[in-house]
């Protein structure tokens, strides 16, 4: 994605929800083994019916379950620059900083699965299981 981390702000609060009708979710690994990553923390934002990506109750960060799921519902997804998209980020120190854009297939999508693979971010081992 050019730009990047396209509005992040890091350390978005731990949420419940970011308001209902669009639910985001997933599974996180581990590269090499693929096992699932627990208490992985994922940050979430997006252009929704409540405003622009910058609005404060348009992101936060939920954390991985045990089996390495995560799920946020948020409100509707509006297009931005043209595109229903979400962002998704993680960005602490046990793994490769990782930033992804979903590009959703329309404005009316309900929901999207974003599966994805942490790299360490050095050769030690992570501290999380």
């Known amino acids: 994605m050019p730009g990047g981390s396209n509005n992040y702000i890091a350390n978005a609060p731990l949420v419940q929800n970011l308001g209902t009708g ?3 979710s997933g599974v996180v690994r581990r590269a090499g083994d693929g096992a699932p990553l627990s ?3 994922v ?3 997006a252009a929704t019916e409540r405003g622009g990506e910058r609005v404060t109750s348009n992101r936060g960060s939920v954390m991985t379950g045990p089996d390495g799921t995560y ?3 948020i409100s509707p997804i509006v297009p931005q620059f043209g595109q229903p998209h979400i962002h998704i ?3 602490d120190r046990d793994f490769a900083t ?3 854009r979903p590009v959703l297939s329309s404005r009316h999508d309900k929901s999207i699965t974003a599966d994805f693979v942490l790299a360490l971010a050095s050769s030690n ?3 999380r299981s």
């Open 125 to 127: 081992e992570p501290r």
């Open 43 to 45: 940050q979430i934002w």
């Open 89 to 91: 980020a993680y960005d």
């Open 22 to 24: 669009f639910v985001a």
């Open 39 to 41: 208490n992985v923390r």
């Open 71 to 73: 799920r946020l519902e």
């Open 98 to 100: 990782l930033f992804l």
